[in-house]
T-cell receptor, first 113, second 115 residues
């Protein structure tokens, strides 16, 4: 049973516009949430994270929003650039039961010029 | 600071063989985790090692095992390989600061193909 869902397998956005990637999780015990970016044949690269005590975290063009009541998080990229084209994975963990990351299946983002 | 390194990058084996993959964590990182990525199942947690002890284990058969050395380097072993073991195997390291915000950083992975 999948505990983390990224319901959009792909997303296409024009350069300069906002990209919004969504992620839903099922277990309210998760307390740390991360986004990774992945290119083919490479390992995931850490982008940004948020702990359950916050509802927003910003790092440059990347902002992550957490809605604990809805068990939903999102990644906003503003403005989107062609170099952002990659697969984005949402990952969640529960520090009380180890630090294993549970990943979504990923969303493939294409930013067109 | 060097990132997580994994060797070899590519490997081809046949069914029934065994394989050992190696991972060197970021300097100062004490925890090493292993993940398997396949097209069907996505990224799945295998196990985590800290101070040479397996601290956490995912839902994989006993054919998958690992160990960690005193310098934090880690190896994972898969015995009696099956076709379904073909995957990208990723290693991730973290400080293991025992906080809920312990970020894992990934290596480039080892692409294993089982024929």
């Amino acid at each position: 049973d999948q505990q983390v869902k990224q319901n959009s397998p792909s997303l296409s956005v024009q350069e300069g516009r906002i990209s919004i990637l969504n992620c839903d999780y099922t277990n309210s015990m998760f307390d740390y949430f991360l986004w990774y970016k992945k290119y083919p044949a490479e390992g995931p690269t850490f982008l940004i994270s948020i702990s359950s005590i916050k509802d927003k975290n910003e790092d440059g063009r990347f902002t992550v929003f957490l809605n604990k009541s809805a068990k939903h998080l999102s990644l906003h990229i503003v403005p989107s650039q062609p170099g952002d084209s990659a697969v984005y994975f949402c990952a969640v963990s529960n520090s009380n039961s180890g630090y294993a990351l549970n990943f979504g299946k990923g969303t493939s983002l294409l930013v067109t010029p | 600071k060097a990132g997580v390194t994994q060797t070899p990058r590519y490997l081809i084996k046949t069914r029934g063989q065994q394989v050992t993959l190696s991972c060197s964590p970021i300097s100062g990182h004490r925890s090493v985790s292993w993940y398997q990525q396949t097209p069907g199942q996505g990224l799945q947690f295998l196990f985590e090692y800290f101070s040479e002890t397996q601290r956490n284990k995912g839902n994989f058969p006993g054919r998958f095992s690992g160990r960690q050395f005193s310098n934090s380097r880690s190896e994972m072993n898969v015995s009696t390989l099956e076709l379904g073991d073909s995957a990208l195997y990723l290693c991730a390291s973290s400080l293991a600061a025992h906080t809920s915000t312990d970020t894992q950083y990934f290596g480039p992975g080892t692409r294993l193909t089982v024929l």
